[in-house]
DNA sequence: CATGAATGAGTCTTCATTCAT
DNA sequence: AATGAATGAAGACTCATTCAT
């Protein structure tokens, strides 16, 4: 969606302007956000971020774009699950993810709050996507773990989906916060208390679906 | 917060008016919602509102309180707890929940959307209040259920409330959505079914959370 | 051109409604007065001050007419000056003065401020018709003291009398100025210190003039 | 003041600009006066004023700057007065002092308006520094004659610089007004009677003045 | 008549977007 | 393509004036 002008640039420009306008709409919000304000801290003229994206919206929703697409290849980075067990993947890849959040705060902070629908309805179909493509992924877990017998099979899928989407989200944004306040390198004693919570979660997690 | 001018008015004008500014702020958010639009829903004239309010943004701050006043009233209209178990209180009052949710659609999905942060740092300290207001309340049970051995003690409060916030806020969201669907007059299918989801929510807590 | 309404009242109120007009119209100027807030230092309603006056410019018209109508009842009151010389006139009633002003700073300040054209196009007849009044008072003074000879006649009357001007108003201002800051009971020595102003006015004044 | 947009701009447009606010000040004073009448008479969009200034009383208080600025300039490009006696002054450089009115009659207008305390106190500290100015300048003019032996030296300084400012204001005020009629070109016949006024100040300010 | 709530025209001011260089 | 000045639509807010009680 942005213009051509914008894919001519190089990466380090392109990089500037989209945590510019990360950062903006975290911070104000979308209709607060200044484009101005954009400009100036991706170190550009106001009329260029024109040259670049059609307008405001177009800006807002390409930096959701971005900051996904950026996220997704943070995690494909990590650890793939293929055919590991949820519980076995949230704990063995802990330490990896909490350094990826302590890199990258801003877009995960920034996917996260668009994911809860804290920029309202602006971007609903890349919204919607996005739900569905991990509520697909976590309904497969669930189907999964039914059939492995680890997960009770007296329940709905959908009801054991809210269940699990509760837990993990809350757990997350405390870990989220947490990490956000890590020093450049988080002690030992840091990285193990924010262990001890991924840990307490999964402990939950299980027996809350176990049969 | 109100200017003397709106305590003065009659009950009817004062509710139209705060009705009126929660749709607005409800459907476009702070920043987007104009004080015409509120003006002309309630009935007044645009200079009127600031005969009330010293601006929008105090307009705003009393539409919270507003609206979480009246939340409580409705509450504490509602089986009230006593001693009653977390569990046994879901399940036996959620009929009426569900009746407050179908003629208030309106106030709970606004005092929800506040509380989940959705209005930014508008309202921060009310926020931080009624977050502290219900956790208290959440550990308490919490601690409760300990006590009677209903509840692991193996894991601290602090989890365990996050385990517990997760899984309630998202069954709830979820039920809000189903009965802001219903009819008037809501079928008893409709109501079973939604019952069925409070009831399997109470199970998982009661599991995840058991000793 | 007040209304009958206002004339009706009883003379405490009318005094009242217009010293807070005078008061604020002296404080903010024609524009940024309030009518709200004339009628709160009035202690009437808002309302009330157009049952007295049509809008405000007709206010402000009569707050002139009354403020100068009070300064010249005041003057009246004063050593009449008959057949008194001009010179004779400023120094002997001028105690009179300083008393006048120190009661009545408001209404003194107000009159000279109109009169200095601070409001502009406002009330130009009433301005113009007073300026003449004034003047021709004045230039009467001036043909007076040619044909007794104390005054030069190789100048045009017009030139003495911007001379007379001239130096009455800005010594006038000065007085103005320290008798405001005169306690409930002024000094003797602060009295004194005035009126060697009064003094040394006539002398420059005389001295300019004499032939 | 202006912000940095405004500096850029050609000389040209500068100047239009102030020229608009200074007139629009003028005309209706700082109240009434509308960005939109500025904006105009400037030639410019409404907006464009914003971004020149920060709001109307920043344009204001830079108008009063800019009007002294160019006042001051037009006064050095006349006879400096060195060691000149004021009496001197005033004669000799009086039709230049005529022509600077008549092609400025906007900014000495505004500038002697703004000395005078017509626009009350939006920028009293200016109207400080400028009145302050020009006292110690007549002080020491006062000071010199008496030295020279041709100003009395049985008076104040204090009560000299209110008779000298008194008289010479009121005459200035009348020239004003006279050479604002000027037409393009003023008679010699116009000339020579304003001159006669500034001689008749003369004189009058000499005898009042002498020993 | 007194009161004070209601009204809406009129302004300032903001800022996304356009445009000339 | 980059820049930043220019534009004007849009919206918050004020307050003189009207009006219902």
């Given at each position: 969606?942005?213009?051509?002008?914008?894919?001519?640039?190089?990466?380090?420009?392109?990089?500037?302007?989209?945590?510019?306008?990360?950062?903006?709409?975290?911070?104000?919000?979308?209709?607060?956000?200044?484009?101005?304000?954009?400009?100036?801290?991706?170190?550009?003229?106001?009329?260029?971020?024109?040259?670049?994206?059609?307008?405001?919206?177009?800006?807002?929703?390409?930096?959701?774009?971005?900051?996904?697409?950026?996220?997704?290849?943070?995690?494909?980075?990590?650890?793939?699950?293929?055919?590991?067990?949820?519980?076995e993947y949230f704990l063995s890849g802990s330490r990896e993810r909490f350094e990826m959040i302590r890199?990258?705060?801003?877009?995960?902070?920034?996917?996260?709050?668009?994911?809860?629908?804290?920029?309202?309805?602006?971007?609903?179909?890349?919204?919607?996507?996005?739900?569905?493509?991990?509520?697909?992924?976590?309904?497969?877990?669930?189907?999964?773990?039914?059939?492995?017998?680890?997960?009770?099979?007296?329940?709905?899928?959908?009801?054991?989906?809210?269940?699990?989407?509760?837990?993990?989200?809350?757990?997350?944004?405390?870990?989220?916060?947490?990490?956000?306040?890590?020093?450049?390198?988080?002690?030992?004693?840091?990285?193990?208390?924010?262990?001890?919570?991924?840990?307490?979660?999964?402990?939950?997690?299980?027996?809350?679906?176990?049969?």
């Amino acid at each position: 969606m942005p213009k051509r002008t914008f894919n001519r640039l190089d990466d380090d420009k392109k990089e500037k302007v989209m945590r510019a306008a990360i950062e903006e709409f975290q911070a104000h919000g979308f209709e607060s956000a200044k484009i101005e304000g954009i400009a100036q801290n991706a170190g550009v003229a106001k009329g260029s971020i024109y040259q670049y994206f059609d307008d405001k919206k177009e800006l807002f929703l390409y930096s959701v774009t971005w900051a996904i697409e950026n996220f997704m290849k943070m995690i494909d980075r990590q650890t793939p699950m293929k055919d590991m067990d949820v519980y076995e993947y949230f704990l063995s890849g802990s330490r990896e993810r909490f350094e990826m959040i302590r890199k990258e705060p801003l877009l995960v902070s920034f996917a996260i709050d668009f994911t809860y629908g804290k920029y309202g309805s602006l971007a609903e179909e890349i919204n919607r996507e996005l739900k569905q493509v991990g509520e697909e992924y976590e309904l497969k877990l669930i189907a999964n773990g039914k059939k492995r017998g680890t997960i009770r099979d007296d329940l709905d899928d959908k009801i054991l989906l809210l269940f699990f989407q509760g837990v993990t989200e809350k757990f997350n944004m405390e870990i989220l916060a947490k990490v956000k306040n890590f020093e450049s390198e988080p002690t030992e004693e840091q990285l193990v208390e924010t262990e001890s919570l991924v840990k307490s979660m999964v402990t939950l997690l299980k027996q809350g679906m176990e049969r």
